[in-house]
């Protein structure tokens, strides 16, 4: 089923001049949800939507006259800063906003006098989680990651047997997640290294990111009621960025048998702005398994997961040093890769995460796990482009690096781009390592 309809149509125009310029993350056709206050001020936080390098406030934006009475009540949680709320609606009444705020952006709509009060320029923002996480839980739905890590943890049996039977995820922690433009403190852990006779406890030297996707829950499901595929792309709201920062030498000697536990709950980053569902609907893509793996058993398997439950999005992975930085030096592209070779969908990770009767809850984040590509090239995470810290990767100022170091920015990009399609962009998910208490 497609849900394009005039808010897909590659040349609309808004009035927001910025938000017409080719390589816009924020053109009309996108519209995230944000939460945000003028950066320095004391306000109330408050749900705001991108549009080119501005965001429309939703509060002041609600009290404007040029709203229908069925907008209004749309409008009403977001006007109240509870993104929760509103993405708990079904999904025809989400789908009804945007098509509400197009409408209003548009620049045939007549009301940019209006409106133009309601506009805050983005650098002029400071911007928050965008809504409350009460769980957060991280899949592994990366093949080339899952083989290449598996590799060198367990060279002889890389990929476990259930790898592709069972969208596999572990519980994760959404009390340590933040926004982009912060810091990440390196975590202290326990660390052994494979010829020492017993571990030590100190700052961790294998510090890592993972490019990953964060899937945020619209409405949840009762306990008990699990969510069949049929109906999982309801409960889907949006994506952002997600960079699940990982301490590899905490990981190695902690993960076995019951998996990462403070490896990976020290800190996670999104961006700040979550991309509907809605705006990617031009960017979906076939879901199919390579020839002679295993088809999906029938619970995670539907018609319409077959013909487009995969989405086609570009990612990247960006860094910048502290030398690089003084220097006056632009970040660097590590990698690139593409979040259609993961090995499930969304829907599947949804499904199968309430099929036992978990109940997922708005605003629950659901991590895609690292996003690596089938080239070497292409690891999503520094323990894949240094194999596992014994090729150190050259940066053209000429350091090197094997695992981050203190002082260094990683900026995770991920945009989606199509024929017939208005190219979208998730914006920056970025922090900056700081040293270890
Ligand atoms: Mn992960």
């Not at 990440?184 to 990111?209: I, M, S």
Request: net charge negative.
């Amino acid at each position: 089923m497609t849900l394009t309809d005039h808010t897909h149509d590659p040349e609309a125009q808004s009035w927001v001049p910025s938000a017409n310029a080719a390589d816009a993350d924020f053109p009309l056709q996108n519209l995230p949800y944000g939460l945000f206050r003028r950066a320095g001020s004391q306000q109330d936080w408050r749900v705001g939507v991108a549009i080119g390098d501005q965001i429309l406030d939703l509060r002041h934006a609600a009290q404007a006259g040029c709203w229908s009475s069925d907008t209004l009540v749309l409008l009403q949680p977001l006007a109240e800063g509870d993104l929760n709320r509103f993405m708990a609606l079904p999904q025809e009444k989400r789908r009804a906003l945007r098509l509400a705020l197009f409408d209003a952006l548009h620049a045939d709509s007549g009301l940019d006098a209006e409106l133009s009060g309601c506009l805050l320029p983005q650098s002029e923002a400071e911007m928050a989680v965008p809504c409350r996480i009460a769980d957060y839980t991280d899949f592994y739905t990366g093949i080339h990651h899952a083989t290449t890590v598996g590799k060198l943890f367990r060279p002889d049996n890389p990929l476990l047997p259930n790898y592709k039977w069972v969208p596999i995820g572990y519980h994760g922690r959404s009390s340590s997640i933040g926004v982009s433009g912060g810091t990440v403190r390196r975590p202290l852990g326990q660390l052994k290294a494979p010829d020492a006779e017993v571990p030590v406890f100190g700052p961790c030297k294998r510090l890592d990111y993972e490019l990953e996707l964060g899937l945020f829950v619209a409405g949840g499901n009762a306990l008990g009621e699990p969510i069949p595929m049929a109906e999982a792309e309801q409960h889907m709201f949006g994506l952002s960025l997600l960079n699940d920062w990982s301490a590899r030498d905490l990981q190695a000697w902690e993960y076995q048998p019951l998996g990462p536990f403070l490896a990976k709950n020290f800190a996670s980053t999104i961006s700040p702005w979550i991309v509907t569902m809605e705006a990617l609907e031009p960017f979906r893509l076939p879901f199919t398994r390579p020839e002679g793996d295993p088809q999906p058993l029938p619970y995670l398997d539907s018609p319409a997961n077959r013909a487009g439950g995969n989405y086609g999005i570009e990612l990247e992975v960006w860094l910048q040093t502290a030398q690089m930085r003084a220097a006056g030096q632009p970040a660097v592209c590590l990698m690139r890769s593409n979040f259609k070779y993961a090995y499930w969908t969304l829907a599947q990770m949804l499904t199968h995460h309430a099929s036992n009767g978990c109940n997922l809850q708005p605003g629950d984040l659901l991590g895609t796990g690292t996003q690596s590509g089938p080239e070497a090239g292409e690891g999503g995470s520094l323990l894949e482009l240094s194999l596992g810290g014994k090729q150190s990767i050259t940066l053209p100022n000429g350091e090197t690096r094997t695992f981050l170091q203190d002082g260094d920015s990683v900026i995770l990009r991920g945009f989606a781009q199509a024929k017939g399609a208005r190219r979208i962009g998730f914006g920056d998910c970025a922090a900056t390592v700081v040293a270890a208490p």
